[in-house]
């Protein structure tokens, strides 16, 4: 049932917003020059995947996750972006090519040694990440890999149709702030 809403909501959802994606992807030509940003994460069952999204830092910022990077590598419209959580809309594509799911864990980084750890003791990776879920609505980030991976465990135990639609209203009406940036 997920799946199905999964499908046609990021179906919508890329048809819906279509004419607005292009008009962030012409201003993040101005910002970066390269205004997709594409990295490889942990999938469902530690399979990597490409996840896509709008780039909200400069085109040479390390691959880290966000709360080990500067925040002077984030662009002024890449602050907007993040600031509204348009960044994430590109990753409507994944939801759509089945690698992602509107609600599930956020997908870490192969280099989040500990994050990974604590994600398999809990079997986090039995399930598609998610662009939301109920760890980004509570602002529990990737810097507390414990509590992340006990928080998406309550998650999958407790998901229902009724939170699936909780999560991603929460997160459209701006519940949680998503990753953090570290102060360097």
């Known amino acids: 049932m997920i799946r199905f809403f999964d499908f046609s909501l990021s179906l919508l959802g890329l048809l819906f917003t279509f004419p607005f994606l292009v008009v962030l992807y012409i201003i993040g030509l101005f910002d970066t020059g390269s205004p997709i940003f594409t990295q490889e994460r942990v999938g469902r069952n530690k399979k990597p995947f490409t996840l896509v999204k709008f780039r909200t830092m400069k085109v040479d910022t390390a691959s880290v996750a966000s709360h080990l990077a500067n925040t002077a590598s984030i662009t002024p419209f890449g602050g907007f972006l993040r600031k509204t959580k348009l960044d994430e809309l590109p990753q409507l594509w994944n ?16 280099n989040q ?60 009406t701006g519940s949680g702030s998503g990753d953090r940036v570290g102060k360097r």
């Open 95 to 110: 939801v759509l090519k089945g690698e992602m799911s509107l609600v599930g864990p956020r997908p870490g980084l192969f």
């Open 113 to 172: 040694e500990e994050l990974t750890y604590a994600r398999e003791a809990k079997d986090i990776y039995s399930v598609r990440p998610g662009i939301t879920g109920l760890a980004q609505v509570n602002e529990i980030d990737m810097s507390t890999p414990e509590l992340l991976a006990t928080t998406d465990r309550k998650m999958i135990e407790t998901l229902t149709v009724a939170n699936y639609f909780k999560y991603i209203v929460m997160t459209v």
